[in-house]
């Protein structure tokens, strides 16, 4: 299929099974989101938003319905290659930061181009953190940094790989509002600077009117209601 959108869905159902029984959490999603591009979607807890994330990102399989990556269609792909289609083209931003604990804040950011089999990725790596202004925490592990920093860390491991999607769940949501602010400048910054795809679900109103488009997430519908500005 020629495909010129970095995300494509079609039809897009997943239901799954409870004690009371089947449960539709996404019923017959569209999205076609164009390389480049920032999207928010928004919606309350329980709307099925990181589950639309983590179907996205080939972390999880739909009921039904069709999901294109970079013009790769996933409903053709295996896990292997599953995971090496997200290797290759996908990073995270999660609330939770999701650093590994053992790891210095510089081996933290080297490990994704590690395993992606990058070259020179220590001096990569330094650059990075030297461009969300952590090059004097190198040998600091996450234990010994602040939440803000920490999400830093993860924001330069996330763009080491230069990926085509980036998908970011709640990255400001455990972060105070001077922290928050800080994280979201690197964050549109280094995606506009590396044309990488931005899809984010956020609660932050103020972070989803930074993005070019903002989509609702209800009742297992996703829309796009017309913009209003900030305040």
Excluded at 35 to 46: D, F, H
Excluded at 86 to 101: A, G, Y
Excluded at 203 to 231: F, I, K, N, W, Y
């Amino acid at each position: 299929m020629l495909n010129h959108s970095a995300i494509k869905v079609s039809q897009l159902v997943k239901t799954v099974t409870t004690q009371e029984g089947e449960l539709t959490i996404l019923k017959g999603i569209n999205l076609d989101v164009k390389p480049g591009q920032s999207v928010a979607i928004l919606g309350p807890s329980g709307s099925g938003k990181s589950t639309l994330l983590g179907l996205l990102a080939a972390l999880d399989t739909p009921t039904s319905g069709e999901i294109w990556l970079d013009g790769t269609p996933l409903s053709g792909l295996n896990e292997e290659q599953k995971a090496a289609l997200r290797k290759q083209k996908v990073s995270f931003i999660f609330q939770s930061f999701m650093l590994v604990d053992t790891l210095t804040a510089l081996e933290n950011v080297m490990l994704p181009a590690e395993l992606a089999g990058m070259q020179d990725v220590r001096n990569l790596a330094k650059k990075m953190l030297q461009r969300v202004g952590l090059a004097h925490r190198l040998s600091h592990y996450p234990k010994q940094l602040s939440g803000g920093e920490q999400q830093r860390v993860a924001i330069a491991r996330a763009f080491i790989c230069a990926p085509k999607v980036l998908f970011a769940d709640e990255p400001t949501g455990n972060l105070d509002k001077q922290n928050a602010d800080r994280v979201a400048d690197m964050l549109f910054a280094l995606n506009q600077e590396s044309a990488t795809t931005l899809i984010l679900v956020t609660h932050d109103l103020q972070l989803a009117h930074r993005c070019e488009r903002q989509l609702l997430m209800a009742d297992g519908q996703l829309s796009e209601p017309t913009r209003t500005p900030v305040s």
